[in-house]
């Protein structure tokens, strides 16, 4: 990156002359001579401590987790404003849990921004498509704050061709954009971001949903020079692309190491892409089949000795409409890879044979159930060092053939001993393959079974799962994640919160009794960040449970359970700063209405904690029983307060509040009772208060 | 479909629990099971990932009929006990994103084409479960055929004119085969397109059979 930048990055300490910061002032200055990229307006009155914080840059720049940076600012204010100059990758877990104006005022640095908006159970069509997580009022606030922005990460958010024409504009520096499981763009954004970024390194689109604009976004990079880009990955875009113009691309993208087909790349030409990119470590396919029209020949290319002129390559994947006589072509790098994903590949156990009898290495494999048993017993076999598997249906069915059962899992738990991460679709299973599994894999982080039938007992004695989810909480003593399913009775959950205690994101669906299900679990996991809840007999009651542990969570999801209204409500009185949203089957809401069926039935509750309220962006079917929102006589009232640096009064009744050291004034209202007063931790002290 | 997705609660499980209250249902709590009033309707309500597809063969797509929900609420009283029809498909069931459903699904677009018809049409094979079901979407399509049955031979004909079609189909290999001859399953993976193809020309795959009817041959 060029250092003559005059809007320059974010002050690098590492040259900074600690003798010169024994100075009062603010105004670092950087070992080159340079004044700093500081922002006049953070010129602040000298105070004491000022060679303490300049010393706490120097030591905090280096924390790179979020949570020991999140812990570090909790100490003093002093940490706080010094931990918030160092941090550079900021990550907000929930678009909504803050404005981008308040973040952006708290972090002045920031150089990567990571994003996740929707909760998870909305891939699965179970949230109205037009809920929110909208990246547009971020990508304005981020444009004002952080011209320097490199990088760009978003899950499950609602990104338009706008926003990225925009990311494009505001940010000359652009390197990096990964877009997870987003939509609401098309090709169109694409193309912007393709000629307009010039450092891009990084454009990775995964399982998003990219429109179709009928643009050839791929020839919008430019057409001479070499790029710098690194990571180009665009298989879940349904759309055909100019291959000619990748063909060119790729040649002219030295570093290029990792490129991820769609499928209307043919086998063809994939490997006129190889033997241009035979650096490359990471490959998706495309089709690996012929283009349409194509008929097999003689001429056909050498496939193999392209795959094996790329040495370097560890992660293989796409195979998305897999024409099976190519599969032998891998075989050459199997050797060398670490991560398999042929889960788009229909393919039986013997084919699969050929291929994982040479990957010793693999460590993350990802593949159909069309394998069968007999495909997993292969892969037990072989790949000692597995640490990820996900095995995923052909036919998401509850009544589908179950290819795959307890047996493969069994298998894998004996041959995989340092798995650590799993995801199986099944049928069928038992407890005991489940405990089996909790026993040989104690290095286990992520344990999500999936039975497609719903409540399902174990097939061979027609018990509950219980036992079989109880071992795994019980004996995985590194689970952080857990995915339930199959016939569940309150006494898995008790499991859950008596050994759960790592737990932090918990999936349930179709399963327990009565309320005591989710109560062991509210009072018994203290990790709990992540909670989602379908179609379970889950009442207000349980919910109540929660409530010391709310302003802990991430969010709480919970769907077609047993709760009311009414028990929403409760909820939202008691945690202020929790959005307590209530969507409703769209075709039943009225937004005039909306008051009168305050007490009707509603689909789902999502809730989540914040410190900016009901959001502005909830479309009508959103109801919001925040407490905010009640409005007159649930907030707060004081009478006169002074306030030593402004050295002000107010009188007569004034609805008040307190964020972050500045008032926010309701309205004025008729005398009423003194209620409580919502202070941040930091004014209190500062505040009396006078009737 | 097995008898055990019928039972939310099966046998083995009951004693000792008292079931109807634990019963899985749309309502409030402390609703009657089966309240139903004219106004708001309590307790019967399908919530939104209650929502049933009726949709032969596809799974995951919210009924937006307004018709097959008035149908459902009257059937579904106390909800979710309900057994769902054969191929009734839950929201969001198994949690299998779209998009990966998708892909598997897309490549089973294929062409149809009939003998003397000026254009071809283009069918999702993975929307049915049977040949029946395929030969009644064709008899909808071209709707000048009608579907003959007898001597246990599909086939379909233009009352019109009395032009019988035989259906057929290209498969993997590039063979043209009789469309039945194979499980359906079988037949779904392997074609590539289907040709209704005039009875007089299919001599090479003609009935075992003789043909009863008269037709211009």
């Known amino acids: 990156m060029s250092k003559d930048d005059d809007r320059s990055p974010p002050l690098d300490l590492r040259g900074a002359d600690i003798a010169e910061s024994s100075s009062k002032t603010r105004n670092c200055v950087t070992g080159s001579g340079h004044v700093t990229g500081m922002n006049p307006m953070e010129f602040q009155a000298p105070y004491p401590d000022q060679v303490l914080e300049n010393v706490l840059e120097n030591v905090l720049q280096f924390l790179t987790s979020r949570r020991d940076r999140n812990a570090a600012s909790l100490v003093c204010k002093s940490w706080c404003r010094v931990e918030a100059l160092t941090r550079s990758e900021l990550f907000i877990g929930n678009c909504y849990s803050v404005s981008p104006k308040r973040a952006t ?25 037009e809920w929110g997580a909208h990246f547009k009022p971020w990508v304005a606030a981020l444009g004002s704050a952080y011209p320097w922005l490199e990088k760009v990460y978003l899950k499950r958010m609602s990104v338009t061709d706008e926003d990225l024409k925009h990311l494009a504009e505001y940010f000359p520096s652009f390197k990096e954009l990964v877009l997870v499981c987003c939509d609401g763009f098309g090709t169109r954004g694409l193309a912007v971001i393709a000629k307009k970024c010039r450092q891009l390194r990084v454009l990775d689109l995964i399982e998003s949903e990219v429109a179709d604009s009928d643009m050839d976004w791929i020839g919008e990079f430019p057409e001479s020079g070499i790029t710098c880009l690194e990571s180009l990955i ?7 692309i100019n291959f000619e113009a990748l063909e060119r691309l790729v040649v002219r993208s030295p570093s290029l190491k990792k490129l991820r087909l769609n499928r209307f790349v043919s086998i063809g030409q994939l490997y ?10 990471h490959l998706g396919t495309g089709s690996f089949s012929l283009a349409e029209g194509v008929a097999h020949g003689d001429q056909e290319p050498d496939y193999e000795s392209a795959f094996a002129a790329c040495k370097s390559l560890v992660c293989l994947s796409g195979f998305r409409e897999i024409a099976t006589d190519y599969l032998s072509a891998i075989y050459a790098v ?19 044979k050929t291929v994982i009898f040479h990957c010793h290495k693999l460590q993350t494999f990802w593949v159909l159930d069309t394998i069968c048993d007999e495909g997993l017993q292969a892969a037990a076999a072989t790949c000692k060092d597995l640490r990820e598997l996900r095995v995923f249906p052909i036919d998401a069915r509850e009544d589908s053939e179950g290819p795959v059962s307890e047996v493969g899992l069994q298998a894998i738990s004996e041959g995989c001993r340092k798995l650590q991460s799993i995801l199986y679709f099944c049928q069928h299973m038992t407890n005991a393959a489940v405990i089996a599994m909790s026993n040989n894999c104690p290095d286990l982080e992520v344990f999500r079974l999936c039975i497609m039938g719903r409540h399902r007992p174990d097939h061979l004695t027609g018990q509950p799962m219980d036992e079989g989810f109880g071992a795994i909480v019980k004996n995985c003593k590194k689970l952080t994640r857990l995915a339930v399913s199959g016939l569940l009775t309150d006494q898995a959950f008790s499991y859950i919160g008596r050994y759960g205690k790592l737990v932090r994101t918990l999936s349930v669906a179709f399963a327990g009794n009565s309320d005591r299900g989710l109560k062991y679990v509210l009072e018994g ?12 007999p889950f009442g207000d009651e349980a919910l109540r449970s929660g409530l010391h542990h709310y302003y802990n969570m991430r969010f709480l999801w ?14 939202a ?23 009168e069926h305050i007490d009707d039935a509603f689909d789902i509750l999502y809730m989540y904690r914040s410190l900016e309220g009901p959001r502005d ?26 306030y030593p640096s402004m050295k002000r009064w107010r009188f007569g009744l004034e609805e008040l509040e307190v964020q972050n050291g500045e008032f926010t004034k309701f309205s004025s209202m008729p005398p009423v009772e003194k209620q409580e007063l919502a202070f941040t931790r930091e004014k209190k002290k500062n505040l009396v208060c006078l009737f | 479909m097995s008898p055990e997705n019928r039972n939310y609660f099966p046998e083995s499980v009951v004693v000792g629990l008292n079931l109807k209250e634990t019963e899985l249902t749309l309502g409030l709590p402390g609703d009657t099971r089966v309240t139903m009033d004219t106004g708001v309707k309590l307790g019967t309500k399908r919530g939104f990932s209650e929502t049933i597809d009726l949709n032969l063969g596809r799974s995951n797509v919210k009924c937006d009929d307004k018709v097959c929900d008035d149908e459902l609420e009257n059937d579904v009283l106390g909800g979710a006990t309900k057994s769902l029809t054969a191929n009734a498909q839950l929201v969001g069931w198994p949690p299998v994103r779209a998009s990966r459903k998708n892909v598997m699904k897309s490549c089973k677009f294929i062409k149809v084409a009939v003998d003397g018809a000026p254009y071809l049409r283009k069918v999702d094979l993975e929307m049915y479960n049977s040949y029946q079901q395929l030969l009644s979407a064709l008899e909808d399509m071209f709707s000048c055929l009608t579907i003959r049955n007898y001597m246990s031979e599909k086939k379909l004909m233009d009352p019109a004119n009395g032009v019988e079609y035989v259906a057929t189909y290209e498969d993997r290999d590039g063979d043209w085969m009789l469309v039945g001859d194979v499980p359906w399953k079988m037949f779904v993976e392997s074609c590539k397109r289907v040709r209704l193809m005039k009875s007089s020309e299919a001599i090479g795959l003609a009935p075992r059979t003789p043909q009863k009817c008269s037709s211009t041959t």
């Open chain 1, 105 to 129: 005022a708290r972090f002045s640095r920031v150089r990567a921004v990571a994003i996740k908006g929707r909760p998870r159970f909305a891939d699965f069509n179970l949230m109205p498509p």
């Open chain 1, 234 to 240: 665009f298989d879940c875009v349904e759309s055909p």
């Open chain 1, 272 to 281: 006129r892409l190889m033997v241009r990119a035979p650096q490359l470590t």
């Open chain 1, 334 to 352: 199997c050797a060398n890879l670490t991560s398999l994903n042929l889960s788009y590949a229909n393919i039986n156990a013997e084919q699969l």
């Open chain 1, 525 to 536: 996991c203290p990790r709990l960040q992540k909670l989602e809840i379908r179609d379970s």
């Open chain 1, 558 to 571: 919970m769907s077609s359970c047993s709760l009311s209204p009414q028990g929403c409500r409760e909820i």
């Open chain 1, 573 to 595: 009185r008691a945690l202020p700063r929790l959005v307590v949203e209530v969507i409703k089957d769209e075709a039943e809401v009225n937004r005039g209405e909306c008051e």
């Open chain 1, 617 to 642: 962006d909830a479309p009508h079917f959103v109801q919001e029983h925040s407490k905010q929102k009640q409005g007159i006589g649930l907030s707060n009232i004081v009478l006169l307060i002074i």
